[in-house]
């Protein structure tokens, strides 16, 4: 009897992520450049679940999913990209060890036995430097014919 007990509370507190948690995710996001934090940046992020949209310093909330969130930013110059894996929880392991599996291939579906860092820092960089175009005017300059 108590053998049953044990079994039915273990069931009851580790449930399915898609009954006990949600699918969705508060992600909190800043931007930075030489160490110091920038405001007013706009970021999209993006994961297979949709598209949401953030100012820095700010916070959004998505829809989780298993495939990683990419974090594009830009403001005038400044351009900075992350990328947050997307991890499973602890739910996820209680589904595969009590319900056999079921309960994972429903929350691998909807995205709620998975999670996001719940913290984005995002390193910006100016445009030019990014993709190498100062170094790549100097080139220029320097191969340049003087008349």
Do not use: H
């Amino acid at each position: 009897m108590f053998k049953i007990l044990c079994i039915s509370t273990l069931l009851v507190l580790t449930g399915c992520a898609s009954v006990t948690g949600s699918k969705l995710q508060p992600l909190s996001v800043q931007t930075i450049q030489d160490g110091k934090e920038v405001a007013g940046v706009g970021c999209t992020l993006t994961n297979d679940a949709g598209k949401w949209f953030v100012t820095t310093p700010g916070s959004v909330t998505v829809q989780k999913s298993t495939g990683d969130m990419a974090v594009d930013c830009a403001k005038d110059e400044l351009r900075g990209r992350e990328n947050l894996v997307s991890k499973s929880n602890g739910a996820v392991w209680g589904n595969i060890i009590l319900g056999g599996g079921i309960g994972y291939i429903i929350d691998r579906n909807t995205g709620a036995g998975f999670d996001y860092p719940n913290t984005v820092t995002v390193v910006l960089n100016r445009m030019a430097a990014a993709i190498g175009l100062s170094s790549l005017s100097t080139i220029v300059a320097s191969e340049t014919p003087s008349k």
